[in-house]
């Protein structure tokens, strides 16, 4: 429970209230929010979409996807009941001036109902060609006018390349101040992820050894098991670099790279991430050449099942050049990182869904062990593990117990379920909340966003000019394309997956 936010009357207007978002994550999340005492005593959730649905219909809608969704199970009656008075719906056409006409009056009701003025949280889970009508129509009706009280929630993608992103900052900087702006990027909301700052600036032991000093090598693996399935339509004009390395790993990888904050505020954190990005190596067209590979899988059996290639996807091209798959491997030009690389991939219909970060350290100077001592040799890893095992282990030699001098790696493991026995927040959860306290730590600033877009143009401006002649070229259940095997190969390393019951 929170009194700060307890005493603060809070109105959510959600746009595409009646879509999937909301359904599986916001609606789910704002009722845990709800449960745990993290809501004010006053607040209303008005949905907003086209579909013409009464209050009561909404609550029904909301009440499935929490059923569905919820990490904590299917609604109890009585608290269920107690949360859907606070929600409300109203259709609207959000080209239409009178559709906020209605919102200011609703927004007004509700405040001489409680007798104070609201804040007000508008919150876009629509597609992005949506974002600027729908914020200068808020404008334009005379409701981000209080500074203090008003803020938007943006969901990714946020822009489609830098110059679009530029437009919409420069469009929002006319309306809101940067203050008010919640861009969201639901990973910085993974309790896993915020533990990477956690673990590198509440322990001492970890700086000394955090460079290039120690470490050899970084990788960043996101994938997952699932296709496209549903989603060609928006997928096609954004595929994998836009989708996921923009946004959620190069995020990752500002957690890994940046310098130590002064504090825990929010744009001195934020500041250090965008310095990671600043002094990240630009491409030239001939580097994108040797250090990104893209994928598109193809049709294979996942699981058991049968699954279609990425070509064969509802509303996609049969003969569609977008990637379902990237791997790129960055370099930080600054003085803890020169020389050290970080290798990032991520992919869709991978044979296992990970998401995890490994560190590997540097061999040791000089090896005392006869061969024969050393079975297993490995260089010390530190493996972080976002999702699904949340834990963090750090791989080291020990010697097996016997009369005779054999060495083999093991695992010393801090596992969130082991120690732990509350459940972890969804990723929205703690974003919402963070959204109401004014908290922007978790949020991406303008910045910051077109910092990624400028690293990854060159990127997606070669792969945009030559169409590949080889896609698929990766089929379902694999680790992706052969070419992102050999980008690390010709380095001397090997994409590591998270080890199976401490073993690699
Ligand atoms: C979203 C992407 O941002 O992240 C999806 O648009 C992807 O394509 C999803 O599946 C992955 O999120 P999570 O939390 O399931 O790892």
Redesign the pocket.
């Known amino acids: 429970m929170n009194s700060t936010i307890k005493e603060q009357p809070t109105i959510f207007i959600i746009f595409g209230g009646t879509g999937d978002l909301n359904s599986r994550k916001l609606a789910p999340a704002l009722y845990n929010l709800f449960l745990e005492g993290w809501l004010p005593t006053q607040f209303a959730i008005i949905g907003t979409g086209r579909t013409p649905l009464s209050k009561e219909q909404f609550a029904e809608k909301i009440l499935e996807g929490v059923n569905k969704f919820s990490r904590s199970g299917e609604a109890e009656k009585e608290k269920w009941d107690q949360f859907a008075q606070h929600l409300f719906y109203q259709p609207s056409d959000i080209k239409d001036a009178t559709t906020y006409t209605e919102f200011g009056n609703r927004i007004a009701d509700h405040e001489q109902e409680w007798n104070t003025k609201a804040h007000v949280i508008y919150y876009l889970a629509v597609a992005p060609d949506f974002f600027s009508i729908i914020a200068e129509n808020i404008n334009k009706a005379g409701l981000a006018t209080d500074q203090e009280k008003t803020r938007i929630v943006i969901e990714?993608p946020f822009g489609h390349d830098l110059q679009s992103a530029r437009d919409l900052n420069k469009l929002l900087a006319g309306i809101f101040d940067e203050h008010q702006i919640y861009r969201i990027d639901?990973y910085l909301g993974k309790e896993t992820v915020q533990n990477i700052m956690a673990f590198r600036f509440a322990n001492s032991i970890m700086e000394p050894i955090w460079n290039r000093n120690y470490i050899e090598h970084i990788q960043i693996s996101v994938t997952?098991q699932?296709g496209v399935e549903e989603r060609g339509d928006y997928y096609e004009g954004a595929g994998a670099m836009r989708?996921?390395l923009q946004n959620?790993l190069l995020q990752l990888l500002c957690f890994v790279a940046m310098e130590p904050p002064v504090s825990f505020e929010a744009d001195e954190v934020r500041d250090r991430k965008v310095d990671v990005l600043k002094a990240m190596r630009r491409f030239t067209q001939e580097d994108v050449r040797a250090s990104a590979v893209r994928g598109q899988y193809g049709a294979g059996w996942l699981e058991g099942k049968e699954v279609p290639g990425y070509r064969e996807e509802k509303k996609v091209e049969p003969q569609s050049n977008t990637e379902t798959f990237a791997a790129v491997k960055f370099f930080v030009d600054n003085w803890r990182w020169q020389g050290v690389p970080f290798y990032v991939r991520t992919g869709k219909r991978m044979h296992q869904s990970l998401?995890v970060i490994t560190i590997q350290f540097r061999d040791v100077p000089h090896l005392v062990f006869p061969s024969e001592a050393m079975e297993s040799w490995q260089q010390n890893r530190l493996i972080i593990s976002i999702?699904p095992e949340m834990s963090i282990r750090l791989q080291v030699q020990a010697k097996r117990p016997g009369l005779d001098m054999v060495l083999n790696t093991v695992d010393m493991v801090f596992d969130y379920k082991g120690t732990y026995t509350s459940q972890a927040p969804e990723a929205y959860e703690t974003l919402l909340l963070d959204t109401m306290l004014g908290d922007q730590t978790l949020f991406m600033r303008g910045d910051q966003v077109e910092a990624a877009w400028d690293l990854i143009m060159p990127i997606l401006n070669t792969w945009q000019g030559n169409k590949s002649l080889h896609f698929p070229n990766y089929s379902a259940d694999s680790w992706g394309p052969e070419n992102a095997e050999a980008l690390i190969a010709r380095d001397g390393f090997h994409w590591f997956t998270l080890p199976v019951n401490g073993k690699k």
């Open positions: 990714k639901h997952e699932l989708d996921m959620h998401s999702q």
